[in-house]
Antibody, heavy 118, light 107 residues
Framework: EVQLVESGGGLVQPGGSLRLSCAASGFTFSSSWMHWVRQAPGKGLVWVSRISTDASITSYADSVKGRFTSSRDNAKNTLYLQMNSLRAEDTAVYYC???????????WGQGTLVTVSS | DIQMTQSPSSLSASVGDRVTITCRANQSINSHLNWYQHKPGKAPKLLIYAASSLHSGVPSRFSGSGSGTDFTLTVTSLQPEDFATYYCQQTYRIPITFGQGTRLEIK
């Protein structure tokens, strides 16, 4: 069974940093592209980032480019999202998802809440 | 960026009803269109990928159709567990984009 468990969310001040983790199991993590998607309170789903199997390719939404960095440790079956220079508008539940055939996010975690506030 | 527009934004229906949600892209995305179901506090679930392929474990009352710019998600014989928010998503071009969502409520 595919399982994805996010962690690392919490309350952070504007301008601060946070690193999210996503622990994967039940599939061959090293062969799977991975995505981050977020949902602000009361809003819809917004794609944030994706990373290739060997981390050689990363892509980001314009709203986070230059501030967020996706990475992965295939030996630990773990995906990361380093978030710097956080803003109030980054407040959201952050989901990790497996990329089916490199593209379509098919299995998702339950999410971790990030709140950016002073 | 490719803009995805869903209609309606909300929908009231009864158990046993057939409902259809539409999604339109502002440029052709071939068949790179997916549908998700999302309930509060839960992980989003993939229902349909590549416009019309049913994801593993998804009941056959869900179906998808369309190509190019216009797509539909149909749910036949609504069940109580189907009341949720539904999103379309294009994976044709980065950035991946979602529709704004359709909230399906019990009448």
């Amino acid at each position: 069974e595919v399982q994805l468990v996010e962690s690392g969310g919490g309350l952070v001040q504007p301008g601060g940093s946070l690193r999210l983790s996503c622990a994967a199991s039940g599939f061959t993590f090293s062969s799977s592209w991975m995505h981050w998607v977020r949902q602000a309170p009361g809003k819809g789903l917004v794609w944030v980032s994706r990373i290739s199997t060997d981390a050689s390719i990363t892509s980001y939404a314009d709203s986070v480019k230059g501030r967020f960095t996706s990475s992965r440790d295939n030996a630990k079956n773990t995906l990361y999202l380093q978030m710097n220079s956080l803003r109030a508008e980054d407040t959201a539940v952050y989901y990790c998802a497996r990329g089916r055939d490199g593209g379509t996010p098919d299995y998702w975690g339950q999410g971790t809440l990030v709140t950016v506030s002073s | 960026d490719i803009q995805m527009t869903q209609s309606p934004s909300s929908l009231s229906a009864s158990v046993g009803d057939r409902v259809t949600i539409t999604c339109r892209a502002n440029q052709s995305i071939n068949s790179h269109l997916n549908w998700y179901q999302h309930k509060p506090g839960k992980a989003p679930k993939l229902l349909i990928y590549a416009a019309s392929s049913l994801h593993s474990g998804v009941p056959s009352r869900f179906s998808g159709s369309g190509s190019g710019t216009d797509f539909t998600l149909t749910v036949t014989s609504l069940q109580p567990e189907d009341f949720a928010t539904y999103y379309c998503q294009q994976t044709y071009r980065i950035p991946i984009t979602f529709g704004q969502g359709t909230r399906l409520e019990i009448k």
